[in-house]
C-alpha cells in the first residue's frame, strides 16, 4: 500500500513490488476463470442508456446504421466482366478493381502492351538510335560480320595479329559505309536490307582497332578528302 511518509511512496521493497509492473503482471496470470465480472448486476438508468445507446448497439450504429453492406464473399460478390486490353480475354473484376480501373489480366499483358508506340518513353525510330547502330543489330549485318571473319582466318588483313585485349579485331567496309548509303539512298534498316552491295563480303575486311584508326575509312577521318576532291 501506498505511504505518505515525505517523498517516497512505498514503505518498503515488498509493497513496491506488489504494485509494480513485477506484481500486476503475477496478478494477470494467477486470475481464476469464472470470475465474476466487475459490472455484474448493475442496472443502467435511463440517462445512461441513452449516453451508452445500449439499444442501439444491437441494431449496428455508425456509417452503417440503416444502410445494406455489400457482401463481398463467395457468389454474392459483385463481379464485373471485362475483356483484356492486349489479349482481350475475359476477366472478373471484383468491385476494388474497378474502381483502380484495371485494364489488363495479368502483368505480362501489362509489359506487353507498353512496347514501341505505346510506351510512354518512346520518340520514334530516329530518337532510338543511330541508324548505323541499328543496321548493326540486324542479323544480315551479324552474318556478313562471321563470314569475314571466318574467311580472314580471325587474323588482322593489314599486321597478322589475333584477337586480344589490346588490339581487338573489327570488320571494315573498303567502300565508305557512308558512301554506300548515299548512292543507294538508305534512310531505314529496311533499305539496307534490301542494298545488295552493303551485304558484298568482297567490300569487307577484317582488320584491328590500332590499323583500323590508321586508315581514312574510320570514323569521320577521311571526310574532308573527299569533300576537297569534289
Given at each position: 500500500m501506498p505511504c505518505?511518509?515525505?517523498?517516497?511512496?512505498?514503505?518498503?521493497?515488498?509493497?513496491?513490488?506488489?504494485?509494480?509492473?513485477i506484481?500486476?503482471?503475477?496478478?494477470r496470470f494467477s486470475i481464476e476463470k469464472n470470475t465474476i465480472p466487475w459490472n455484474k448486476g448493475i442496472k443502467y438508468s435511463p440517462e445512461l442508456k441513452s449516453r451508452l445507446n445500449v439499444d442501439g448497439l444491437k441494431l449496428g450504429i455508425g456509417y452503417w446504421k440503416g444502410k445494406e453492406r455489400l457482401n463481398l464473399r463467395g457468389d454474392r460478390l459483385r463481379h464485373v466482366i471485362r475483356n483484356c486490353m492486349f489479349c482481350s480475354n475475359e476477366m472478373k473484376l471484383a468491385p476494388w478493381q474497378v474502381r483502380d480501373n484495371k485494364k489488363f489480366c495479368s502483368p505480362k499483358c501489362y509489359q506487353a502492351w507498353h512496347r514501341g508506340d505505346n510506351s510512354p518513353v518512346y520518340k520514334g525510330d530516329k530518337?532510338?538510335?543511330?541508324?548505323?547502330?541499328?543496321?548493326?543489330?540486324?542479323?544480315?549485318?551479324?552474318e556478313w560480320h562471321a563470314t569475314i571473319m571466318k574467311r580472314d582466318g580471325y587474323k588482322c588483313t593489314l599486321c597478322g595479329c589475333v584477337h586480344s585485349k589490346e588490339r581487338p579485331l573489327e570488320v571494315?567496309?573498303?567502300?565508305?559505309?557512308?558512301?554506300?548509303a548515299q548512292e543507294n539512298s538508305i534512310f531505314t534498316p529496311d533499305d539496307a536490307r534490301n542494298c545488295k552491295e552493303l551485304w558484298d563480303i568482297s567490300n569487307g575486311?577484317?582488320?584491328c582497332r590500332i590499323c583500323h584508326r590508321t586508315l581514312d575509312t574510320y570514323g569521320t577521318k577521311g571526310l574532308k578528302k573527299l569533300i576537297n576532291l569534289t
Open positions: 505518505k511518509r515525505g517523498a517516497k511512496k512505498y514503505c518498503s521493497r515488498e509493497c513496491c513490488l506488489k504494485n509494480t509492473a506484481g500486476i503482471k503475477n496478478k530518337a532510338v538510335s543511330r541508324l548505323r547502330n541499328r543496321i548493326a543489330q540486324l542479323p544480315e549485318y551479324r571494315d567496309h573498303i567502300k565508305r559505309f557512308l558512301t554506300i575486311r577484317t582488320i
